[in-house]
């Protein structure tokens, strides 16, 4: 794996669980305007917006430079869009990374030919 495709599912990776985050933030918001006087989902929806419109961009960054398969990245894409589903996403991702630089290293040794 090149300096590049691991910067990219690092980024990728780093936005994910702070998206999940505001997400479940924005939906207590929400709840909270419909029962309270308490009204942030205009921050907690601006917050949200500027991190899934991140998480996008470096999916397709990461999509781009890993040629991961059609179901993978659309496994990743569907994960960006659940509640919960960006802490899922940053674990197999972390995984993903350690994977490759475990394989990586391989190869500069010359213990495998992957």
Same mark, same amino acid.
């Given at each position: $794996? @090149?300096? =590049?495709?691991?910067?990219?599912?690092?980024? %990728? &990776? %780093?936005?994910?669980?702070?998206?999940? *985050?505001?997400?479940?933030?924005? %939906?207590?918001?929400?709840?909270? =305007? &419909?029962?309270? @006087?308490? !009204?942030?989902?205009?921050? $907690?929806? +601006?917050?949200?917006?500027?991190?899934?419109?991140?998480?996008? *961009?470096?999916? +397709? @960054? +990461?999509? !781009?430079?890993?040629?991961?398969?059609?179901?993978?990245? +659309?496994?990743?894409?569907?994960?960006?869009? %659940?509640?919960? /589903? /960006?802490?899922?996403? #940053?674990?197999?991702? =972390?995984? #993903?990374?350690?994977? /490759?630089?475990?394989?990586? &290293?391989? &190869?500069?040794?010359?213990?495998? !030919?992957?």
């Amino acid at each position: $794996m @090149d300096i =590049k495709t691991a910067s990219a599912l690092r980024r %990728l &990776r %780093l936005v994910s669980a702070p998206e999940a *985050i505001s997400f479940l933030l924005l %939906l207590v918001c929400s709840v909270l =305007k &419909r029962t309270t @006087d308490f !009204n942030a989902v205009p921050v $907690m929806g +601006a917050v949200h917006g500027i991190l899934f419109v991140l998480y996008v *961009i470096f999916w +397709a @960054d +990461a999509w !781009n430079r890993t040629k991961w398969p059609v179901g993978t990245a +659309a496994l990743y894409f569907v994960l960006s869009v %659940l509640p919960t /589903g /960006g802490f899922f996403a #940053e674990r197999k991702l =972390k995984r #993903e990374a350690e994977a /490759g630089v475990i394989a990586a &290293r391989a &190869r500069k040794e010359g213990i495998v !030919n992957a």
